[in-house]
Structure formats: C-alpha cells, structure tokens
C-alpha cells in the first residue's frame, strides 16, 4: 500500500471516473456526491505523503519506476521531493474544494463537467509527480484538454474565444518544449549511447552552450506561457475571467504553478550554464519586474472584479519568477513558497468572486457596494484573502514576498526596490477594491437581500485560511521540506556559473 | 512445382491471389444472379468479403510466420515480401476491414448496394499488395493501375449524385496524368538501366555521373507522379473534391489505404533506387513537405464541410509523413512507418463518425457540412467523445497515438540537424489543433442542428468504432509492442 500511495493518489481520480459514468445523468445529486467523494478521498490520501514525508532526506521519495515504452526510453518514474510535495498537497486541496465550489454553481451536463474536473486533477498531479520527461510531458498535455472544455462549455460570454486562445497559446509552448527535451534527449544518447527520459540521467547530459541555450530556451517558452511571463500573458485574463468560478480557481492555484514548477525542475537543473548566463538572468528578471508592475498598473484600471483578480495573478507570478532567477536559496524558496501562497489567496479571490456572482450574476464592481453590511461573514472572509494576497505580516503573502525580495535584493538592490513597488500597488488595488465593494452605503437595492455565507461556502473556505495563517505564523515545516532540494538546484546552477 | 512457379513464389502471390479471386467472384457475382436476387443476397456479400479479407490475414499471417525476419524474393526479384511490405499489407487489411464494415449501412441508406463496391475495394487492396512487395517497375505499375481504377469506380459510386461524379471524372483525369507522368518517369529509368528490375536500377544509378541529365529528368517525373499518388502540395488539388465527393466509406479508404500504398511505394524507391540521388531530391522533398503543411493547414481553416476539412489536413499528415523521410535516418523511417500506422486507425475513425452522421431519417439531407455535427454531444455522447480522440490524435496530441507519429518525426529531425524544420513542424500543430477543434467545438458547444440527423449505428459501424477506437487509445497509451513491431519491418 504504502510503497504505491503515490500512484493510487495520481490515479484516484481516473478510477472515480468509472463509477461516475455509471451514474445516470440525471440523477445530479448522486452525480456530484460521487465527484466530490472522489477529490475528498484524493485529498484525504494525499495526507499521509505530507505526513510520512522525511525533510532530512535527499532525493526523491515515494518513488515507483516501471517500464513503460522500453524501445524508446520512456518509463513510468515517478517520485515527490519537498518541491512537488507542496505542489502535490496543493492540488489535491484545490481540486477537492473547487468541486465542492461548482455544487450549485454548475447546473446543467453535470456528468460530463465533473469527468472533465477528474481528468485534469490526474493530469495536474501527473505533472508534479513525474520525474520522467516523456511522462511529464504527456501530462503536461492531458491537463490542457479538459481545461478547454470546461472554459468552453461552461464559461461565460466570450468563452468560445477564450478556449481556444487558451489552448492554442499554451499548446504552441508546449510543443517547442517537447522539441528543447527531444534535443536534452539526443544530446543525451550522443554522449552516453543510452537513450532514456529518466530525469537523473539527463542531469548529467553535457551540451555545448548553442545546444544548451537552444533547449533551454524551447523550455522557457513552454513555463513562461503557461506561468504566464510578460508578454505571453494574453491569454490569461480571457481564460481566467471567462471560465467557470471552478475552472479559474483550478487555472489560477494549480495550473499556473505548473509554470513555475517547470523552471525550477527542469529548467535551472537542466541547463545550469544558460540559467545563470547574466544576460539571462536579466532578462527574466527585467521581465518579471514588468509582470509585477505592469499587472498591478492594470489591475487598478479595471471594472471587471473577475479581470482583477485575472491580472492581479500576472503581478504575483512575476514575483515567483523574479525569485526562482534570482537563483539563490531565498529567491528559489520563496518562489516556491509563494507559488503556494498565490494558489491559496488568488483562488480564494476567485472562489469570492464566484460567491457574488452566483448570487447576483455580475462582475462588475460598480454592481457592488456596502457589501459588509448585507453579508458580514463574506466580508471577513474577503478580507483575510486580501490581506493574504497584498501580504500582510501574519498571513503567507509577506512570508513568500518577503522572501523572494530577501533573495533579489542580495543580487540586485534596484530589483528589490522595484519589485517591492509591486507589493505597494497590490496594497492599492486590493484595498481599494474592498472599499469599492464592501465598504461604505449599499448602493443597489437589489444587493440587500443577497445571503451571507452559507455552511458549504464556509467549508471552502476555512481550510484555506487556515493554511494562510499557518504559513503565515509558523512557515518553518514548509521551509523545512525544502531545504534540500532548492539546496540542491543552488549548488547545481552555481557550478554551471562560470 | 516447376521452375517458372516456385515454391516463394507461390507464397509470395498468395494474398494477392485471395484478394483477387475473391474480388473478382464478389464482382461477377451480381452479374451472374442478377440484381434483384444479388440484393436480397447482400448480406451473404457482405459476409464474402469479409472472407476475403479473413483468407488474405490468414496468408499474410502465413508469410510472416515463414520469414520470421528475412526477405522473400520471388518471380526472380519483381516481387520481394519482407517485414517492411508486410506491415503494410497489415494496415491495408485494416483499411479494408473497416472500410467494408461501415460501407453495408452507409450503401443501404444510398440505396447503391451493388456487390461490385466490395468486389472493388479488395481489388484495390490486391494492387495496394502490389505497390507494398513490387521491386519491378512493371509489377510496380499494374499494382498502381488496378488499385487507381478501382478507386475511379468507387469514387464515383453514387451514380445519382452530381458531386460523385464530378469527383470521379475529377480524380480519374488527374490520375490518369499522374499515372502517364510515372510511366513516363519508369521508361527513362529503364533506359538509364536497361533493367525494370528496382536492383539493377539502383546498380546503374550508383555507376553514372549524378549530373546526367536523363537520369534527373527520370527522377523529377517519377517523384512528381508519386508526390501526387501521396496528394502532397502542389500535387494535391484532387484530393479535396475527391474526398468531398466520394461516398464516405470510400472516403476512408483513399485517404488511408491508397495513402499508405503510395507512401509504400514511395520509401521503397527514394531509399533504393534513388537513394544514391540524395542530395538530389532531399532539397525538393524538403520544399515539398513545407508546402505541404502549409498549404494543407492553412486551407483547412476556412473549410466547412468536414470531408473537405479532413482532405486538406490529409494533406498536411503528408507533408509530416515526408519530413521522417527527409530525415532519413533510422528514427525518421520508423517515424514514417508509425506515423504511417496512427493515421491509418485515426483518419479511418474520423471519417466512420462523419459517415455515421448520414442516416435513415435524414438520408441524403447531410451534405456533411459543419453544422451537422453540431450538438452531436448531446444527441450522441460516445461517437462525439470518440471524436474528439480521433481529432486529439490527428492534431499529434498525447496521450492518443497521433502524438506518437509526430514524436518520431520531430526526433529524426534534431537527430539529423534540422532544426528550423522541426519548429516550423511543431507549430503548426498548433495550427491544426485550431481547425481540429472547429469540429469540437461544434459537437460540444453548438446548438443540435434544426434537421437534427440522428447517427446511423449498425453493428458493422460499432465494430469498426471499436476496432478504430482501441487502436487509436492502445498505441497511445501502450506503444510498445508496436513500436517494435515498426522497428522490426524495418530491419532489412
């Protein structure tokens, strides 16, 4: 049991497909007990990965490798390290609490939305797991699929528009990617005679600099679509803003991580010599600080409560990015960390949004106001996710902004100074969309008889404010688990540095 | 046996002389019982052919048992079975196969059940047999010729419509021109070598200048007639009226059968007679291959009917088809032969769904187009799903076994050094996935069609749904036994 508990959390979702499609597709309550049976049951088992989880160890744990594709190379490999670890539990997390968020926000081809929600969470999973590159890839792909469906299906207005640029921009990344790992791939089997996907081994693949910047740049452009890095964010406020509350939630706390995963992963390890070419580093950096500030710029420019939160996530990846180049131990482990931490408050911004608009079927701020008098609870709640996204002491934003600027500041004060601009304007932005909102007279009739949180939104919620606040107060056990591995890719690329 | 018809040779001809002689029983057969009896017989025809095609896997089974790896020439070297024919012939009886299962509904609600259409379809397959196992330009020939005017005559098939037609008389003129520039091609060659044999062709070619003009004459023709046989730009303007015309069974059946045939046909003369000529036809097969996916996808675009649809991107597989060969190397060839494989079960299912949407009710009110796919989701949940893998598989996405074809093709490209090719490749993956999805998005996000057309499932339909379906899923998933089933035919 215990040596497969990764692979039965990867594929629980792919099993609790099958007695889904069972179900008659009118029977909707059943239908979607049983989608959120499952995610709960992947949550719940992802539990004993945290716990069994050894932080002094080096390398790789829970890990299974079997044969897959022999005659090429590829092989089932997986394993999680403290990186994935957090991933892995964030996911599980989300995709359990995002489900539980459709319960009566999706009403109609309920059977074919949460087979879709079983998919992608299997496929996100997939890709935090994966130490294979042919493995990850084909689950890097997988999680595109029912992505497009549920923006397309169930989104709103403009949501036709919005798959297919979703799919389209991310797939064109993507299969530039798989030509920077096939050329990993080739360069490999030319210096070892082995051909294999095995993460472990191409590490030791030695590349002249044209071949190493060629991969790594084809990887770039399949992370920094999908994080998304200025200027390849156009697609994100379309897809985030047109999807269904569930689909914005899942797109925004898992998929952009995937991004973000990817550069620590393969990226820097990879190709060391590349990633820390200072040309590089400021490049990524300069875009980054783009991101940040030009995010939040726009972010103050909008009517759309929905597109806020869409471009409030192109701001705070840029710091996650800025702190993955920054290419030391604070900046790698902050840009971990704050991955987290964006998974946590912006899909409670998201999950906010979805509360108002199921209610009252707008996402127009204007539409709103005075709110806290009408729905105290859903004010509190609003509040603790602002702060935790405008990174507040005590709550896990500061903590991962925090770090990422202690890691940017040591190579660079102007970064710092430029990146802490950002926190500033999201302080601006958020607080003044709060007050817009919530604060002050009800300005429409209309929003009076709107009702506060009811239990099941209660339960959504709480378990993600008590993860800000624990990171907030006591981040020490999610620095603890990586330790080692950002420890690790440190060294890795400071050898490569010449 | 005697010396002029050998003991190879007897098993050499076999399945060629099962499809045959079943075809041609099949084709007299309504002839001799006259219509109206050959009618109410149509199932015994059905069941006839499907003989056929048990008696040709059983032959073929029998070759592969007795070569076990190595080359059997026959008729002194004017036909050569090895693995590399041998997989072929295995996707054209798959091609056939389920060809024939989703023609007996398709043909009933035409009201064209004529038992010449089966008789036909394994006579294209016995000259398919020919183009796979022919090392003799003339065997090579008669092989292109009988599975061509089996194609002119199935094409044109539903006699009643004009569109039939006009694609019939369409593809039969361009054909036949095709077919004249190759013989044409064949005789300056057999004048270089003074041999039709495919050997002492590639013999005569080693020995003279490159340069000769006569020889690259008889190149450039022959390459012509065959990049039009495998419809590559700018070779292809038949294909999408043919396609779009031909009753949709048929449809499948030219767009993987004759397909594969060709492309047979065409690694066997570019790797050995030819392959001395490298340098030669690699530049023209590069342009090509471009023009090709270029060309196909862009067009594919702006279509609205979805076998014109399907045709265009027909056109840009090829072109990803001849990128594995302008690779060359051991991973582009393996690439050609799985590509080769995917798109066979792939294209082959895509087009039994849009056959399946013409039925009983709506009979001959579909034309096709776009719009009568809309809503299939809801009206018909498992063939819309199986679609939507069908068109992932065709755009090269994993986890479905397209994905596996184009991986091969963009390997041998970073393993041989072309490196803008292989991006100019990737995306226009991209590019299609956005007319692959067209379809999905109509079948999942339109509207049910007013004149609802209700999809016509027969047990034949779902038998090849499934056949197509597995393949499709199977080799995505678990490629490994046909990976080296590839590999295998490969090895000469």
Redesign the interface.
């Known amino acids: 049991m215990t040596q497969h508990l990764l692979s039965i959390v990867l594929f629980l979702p792919l099993v609790g497909l099958i007695p889904l499609l069972l179900i008659p597709s009118d029977q909707k309550r059943t239908l979607k007990l049983c989608a959120n049976g499952v995610m709960l049951a992947g949550f719940l088992l992802s539990l004993p990965l945290a716990l069994q989880f050894d932080a002094d160890a080096a390398g790789y744990q829970f890990t299974e490798n079997a044969a897959w594709i022999p005659s090429i190379g590829a092989s089932f490999n997986i394993g999680i390290d403290g990186i994935s670890l957090l991933l892995v539990m964030l996911t599980t997390l989300i995709g359990f609490l995002a489900t539980l968020a459709s319960w009566s926000a999706v009403e109609d081809r309920l059977k074919e939305y949460y087979a879709l929600f079983l998919i992608l969470q299997a496929g996100m999973l997939g890709v935090f797991v994966s130490l294979d590159l042919f493995l990850f890839y084909v689950f890097w792909e997988v999680v595109l699929i029912p992505m497009y469906f549920i923006i397309g299906i169930w989104g709103g207005q403009r949501r036709l528009y919005a798959a297919i640029k979703f799919f389209i921009y991310t797939l064109a990344g993507s299969v530039l990617m798989l030509l920077g790992i096939l050329t990993l791939y080739f360069q490999h089997a030319k210096e070892y005679n082995v051909y294999t996907f095995d993460l472990a081994r191409l590490l030791n693949t030695h590349m002249a600099m044209g071949t190493e910047q060629f991969v790594f740049w084809t990887l770039f452009l399949g992370f920094a679509i999908k994080v998304p890095m200025f200027p390849f964010h156009t697609w994100l406020p379309d897809a985030h803003v047109e999807a269904p509350t569930a689909g914005s939630v899942v797109l925004a706390s898992v998929m952009l991580k995937m991004g973000a995963y990817g550069f620590v992963r393969f990226s820097l390890p990879l190709a060391p010599h590349v990633s820390s070419e200072p040309w590089v580093v400021a490049t990524i950096a300069a875009l980054s600080i783009i991101a940040i500030l030009y995010g939040a710029l726009v972010c103050l420019m909008q009517k759309d409560w929905k597109r806020l939160v869409a471009y409030s996530s192109v701001s705070h990846m840029g710091f996650v990015t800025l702190g993955i180049f920054a290419l030391n131990y604070n900046g790698i482990a902050g840009g971990v960390i704050q991955s987290i931490n964006h998974g946590i408050s912006t899909g409670m911004l998201f999950l906010i949004v979805g509360v108002v608009y199921e209610r009252r079927h707008s996402r127009e701020i204007s539409a709103y106001g005075g709110l806290a008098h009408v729905m105290p609870n859903f004010a509190v709640v609003f509040a603790i996710a602002m702060w935790s996204s405008a990174g507040l002491p005590l709550l896990n934003g500061f903590i991962g902004e925090f770090t990422i600027l202690a890691g940017a500041f040591a190579v660079s004060k102007l970064w710092a100074v430029l990146a802490s601009l950002g926190v500033i304007l999201a302080a601006a932005y958020l607080l003044w969309l709060y007050q817009r909102t919530m604060l002050g007279e009800v300005t429409h009739e209309i929003n009076r008889k709107l009702r506060d949180l009811n239990a099941r939104e209660w339960a959504i919620f709480l378990p993600l404010i008590a993860w800000a606040i624990w990171i907030g107060v006591y981040p020490k056990p999610h620095f603890d688990v990586l330790e080692k591995p950002v420890q690790a890719i440190v060294e890795r690329v400071a050898g490569g540095a010449r | 046996m005697s010396q002029f018809y050998t003991a190879a040779d007897n098993l050499a001809l076999k399945p060629a002389l099962a499809l045959a002689s079943f075809g041609c029983v099949i084709l007299l057969l309504e002839f001799m019982l006259g219509r109206a009896r050959a009618a109410a017989a149509r199932q015994w025809i059905l069941g006839l052919s499907l003989t056929g095609l048990a008696v040709t896997a059983w032959t073929l089974w029998e070759q592969q048992q007795a070569l076990d790896g190595r080359r059997l020439t026959a008729f002194s070297g004017a036909i050569s079975v090895d693995g590399f024919a041998l997989f072929f012939n295995w996707i054209f009886l798959a091609a056939s196969l389920v060809t024939i299962l989703i023609s007996y509904r398709y043909l009933e609600i035409e009201g064209e059940e004529q038992a010449e259409y089966y008789g036909l379809i394994l006579l294209a397959q016995c000259g398919m047999y020919f183009l796979a196992t022919g090392t003799d330009l003339i065997t090579i020939f008669v092989g292109l010729e009988l599975m061509s005017l089996s194609f002119y005559i199935l094409v044109g098939f539903l006699r009643g419509e004009r569109r039939s037609n006009e694609a019939a008389l369409k593809y039969f003129l361009l054909g036949v021109f095709s077919s004249a520039l190759m013989a044409y091609g064949f005789s300056l060659l057999f004048g270089v070598a003074g041999s039709t044999r495919l050997k002492d062709i590639a013999t005569a070619i080693q020995s003279r200048d490159l340069h000769d003009p006569i020889l690259l004459v008889g190149l450039a023709v022959t390459a012509v007639a065959l990049l039009f046989k495998i419809s590559a730009v700018p070779f292809h303007m038949w294909a999408p009226d043919a396609y779009e015309g031909a009753p949709t069974p048929v449809t499948a059946f030219l767009s993987v059968g004759s397909k594969a045939a060709s492309f047979a046909l065409l690694l066997r003369f570019f790797l050995e007679p030819l392959g001395a000529l490298r340098d030669a036809w690699q530049p023209l097969l590069v342009a090509v291959a471009v023009l090709s996916m270029t060309a196909g996808n862009l067009a594919a675009i702006t279509q609205t009917n979805l076998k014109r649809l399907i045709a265009y991107s027909s056109i840009s597989h090829a072109g990803y088809i001849l990128l594995g060969l302008v690779a060359g190397n051991e991973t582009g060839l393996q690439g050609v032969a799985v590509y080769v494989l995917v798109y066979t079960f792939t294209n082959l299912g895509a087009l039994l769904v849009v056959a399946a949407l013409r039925s009983k009710v709506t009979g001959r009110g579909i034309e096709e187009d776009l719009n009568d796919i809309s809503g299939l ?1 809801q009206r018909n ?1 498992t063939y819309a799903a199986l679609m939507v893998v069908f068109l ?1 598989s065709l755009a090269g ?3 479905t076994a397209g ?1 596996l074809g184009k ?1 091969y093709i ?2 041998s490209l ?2 041989t050094g072309h ?1 803008v090719l ?2 100019v490749a ?2 226009y ?2 590019v299609a ?2 007319y692959y ?1 067209g379809i999905v ?1 109509m079948m ?2 339109g509207q049910a069609a007013e004149r609802a057309s209700l999809i016509s499932s027969s047990v034949g339909m779902r038998v090849a749904l499934g056949i197509t379906a597995a393949a499709t899923v199977v080799i995505g998933l ?3 036994p046909f ?2 089933f590839a ?1 295998i035919s490969l090895l000469r």
């Open positions: 989701a949940p992932l996405l994993p986890p994905f991986y963009f390997l970073i393993q490196t292989a991006v990737t995306l993956v991209a996935l956005y999805f998005k999942y996000m678990y490629p490994e990976l080296r590999e």
